[in-house]
């Protein structure tokens, strides 16, 4: 299957253990306020699938995603290059 995903510079993709849906981090490099963590839902539409991308979070420059066995989501970021942080985040989500 090949679906647009309406998303710009997907950086990463992972499937929940738990749920069975697939998420995806948007770098999102034209447009960093667009960035961010997505649930991608495949629906039909008519003969067609296609992809409705929801914004769970938005991330400043998100570069990749895994789930842990337990469910756990660890998102990292590439981040700002400001004064208050001056490199990546991990960010652990229950």
């Known amino acids: 299957m090949n679906v647009a995903t309406q998303l710009h510079d997907i950086t990463g993709v992972a499937i929940s253990p738990q749920s069975?849906?697939?998420?995806?981090?948007?770098?999102s490099w034209m447009a960093p306020e667009e960035g961010g963590l997505y649930r991608l839902d495949l629906v039909k539409d008519g003969p067609e699938t296609i992809c409705k991308p929801t914004l769970l979070m938005s991330l400043d420059r998100p570069s990749a995603l895994a789930f842990a066995p337990d469910g756990t989501l660890f998102i990292t970021t590439f981040g700002s290059h400001t004064a208050e942080q001056k490199g990546g985040l991990l960010v652990r989500i229950y």
């Open 20 to 27: 069975g849906r697939i998420y995806a981090v948007d770098f």
